[in-house]
């Protein structure tokens, strides 16, 4: 069975400048849910890799971001989809940790769950440390405009080449649709 690994804050939901930091402010970017529920039902297992240093802020605690994966679960599971782990990265940036994209410690951790062929896996994301932890773990990346995807491809033109789409719902029309 073939895996896809998504980024969530600006692919699957709506990102803030402040932080997600509750259930209520997890909004999910219309057709978001669509396009995950379509994966799940073409066989694709649904991974989700996110940076949440929100945590290393305090700006939330990991109970918090628990509920806030328990609402996205959810959404998800009512538009007929299914996500089959969320590995977050709960450090701050200072401190260079390996699992904190754009290093490819989540994707590695991934693989030895699941066996998987990191080369043979799509990772969709919305921002150039996705972009960058894709391409360091040797995944096909997708850049999605949604979130930071106009800013991460206007600041980054060495971009132009890698697949690029409007958001996660037509990436999947285009890319994952028979």
Known sequence: MAFIILDRDGVINFDSDYYIKNPDEWLPIPGSLAAI???THLGYRVIIATNQSGIA???Y?????EEIH???LREVKAAGGEIE????????????????KPQPGMFHEIQKKYGMRLEDTYFVGDSFTDMQAA???GCKPILVMTGNGEKTLANHPDLQNI?????LAEAV?????V
Do not use: G, T, W
Request: aromatic residues 10%; hydrophobic residues 45%.
């Open 57 to 59: 802020r305090k700006l």
């Open 37 to 39: 529920a379509k994966l």
């Open 70 to 72: 328990v609402k996205l």
């Open 61 to 65: 605690d990991a109970e918090m971001l």
């Open 163 to 167: 697949l690029r789409y409007a958001d």
């Open 135 to 137: 391409l360091n773990a």
């Open 85 to 100: 782990a969320i590995f977050f990265c709960p450090h701050h940036p200072d401190e260079k940790c390996i699992c904190r």
């Open 173 to 177: 029309e285009k890319v994952f649709s």
